[in-house]
T-cell receptor
Framework: DAKTTQPPSMDCAEGRAANLPCNHS???????VYWYRQIHSQGPQYIIH???NNETNEMASLIITEDRKSSTLILPHATLRDTAVYYC?????????????FGEGTQLTVNP | NAGVTQTPKFRILKIGQSMTLQCTQD?????MYWYRQDPGMGLKLIYY???????DKGEVPNGYNVSRSTTEDFPLRLELAAPSQTSVYFC??????????????FGDGTRLSIL
């Protein structure tokens, strides 16, 4: 799996958009970008994933640059419950038996 | 929506005792996984299964055993508990077929202390 780089921490005001960046400059053509988050003392929660097109679901939007070397997770209206560690993971599809490699992630703190 | 359910949520064991961590999922996922997470660290894969009757080792399998007799259940057994196995254990499942890109869905974990 390609290595990812994320800022260690970010702050966001409640109600504002949270934009979490991730660099994955060594990504291969068949590797997907996944985002998970882990709220303190809970299990990791899947957020969104994509290959090369931008993706949106009920939780967030994923913007992947044209060269696929970086991406941004957008939480459009952050709430206090979005305070968590956010992990960007790059992974080859079909690797069913391979583990998810959670790096250091970004600690997002949403402030009132 | 139940998703992935783990029991118990907390447990304290004495050194040398054995126990089984239960995991069940109701999403009809064929793949299931067991991870452990030590304080301040990332997840490490213990065992995984690609379907009923099939299991395989992850990166840290020593001291653990698993079985997969049904699609829904994937119990993790500790035979001789050791202090090094104090950790939070997460079970996960996913749907996979061929070049599947489907994400893994996690339970809320079992917090295990070995004293």
């Amino acid at each position: 799996d390609a290595k990812t780089t994320q800022p260690p921490s970010m702050d966001c005001a409640e109600g504002r958009a949270a934009n979490l960046p991730c660099n994955h400059s060594t990504i291969s053509g068949n590797e997907y970008v996944y985002w998970y988050r882990q709220i303190h003392s809970q299990g990791p929660q899947y957020i969104i994933h994509g290959l090369k097109n931008n993706e949106t679901n009920e939780m967030a939007s994923l913007i992947i640059t044209e060269d696929r070397k970086s991406s941004t997770l957008i939480l459009p209206h952050a709430t206090l419950r979005d305070t968590a560690v956010y992990y960007c993971i790059v992974r080859v599809a079909g690797t069913s038996g391979s583990r998810l490699t959670f790096g250091e992630g970004t600690q997002l703190t949403v402030n009132p | 929506n139940a998703g992935v359910t783990q029991t118990p949520k907390f447990r304290i064991l004495k050194i040398g005792q054995s126990m089984t961590l239960q995991c069940t999922q109701d999403m009809n996922h064929n793949y299931m996984y067991w991870y452990r997470q030590d304080p301040g660290m990332g997840l490490k894969l213990i065992y995984y299964s690609v379907g009923a009757g099939i299991t395989d080792k992850g990166e840290v399998p020593n001291g653990y055993n698993v079985s997969r007799s049904t699609t829904e259940d994937f119990p993790l057994r500790l035979e001789l508990a050791a202090p090094s196995q104090t950790s939070v254990y997460f079970c996960a499942s996913s749907y996979g077929q061929g070049a599947s890109n489907q994400p893994q869905h996690f339970g809320d974990g079992t917090r295990l202390s070995i004293l």
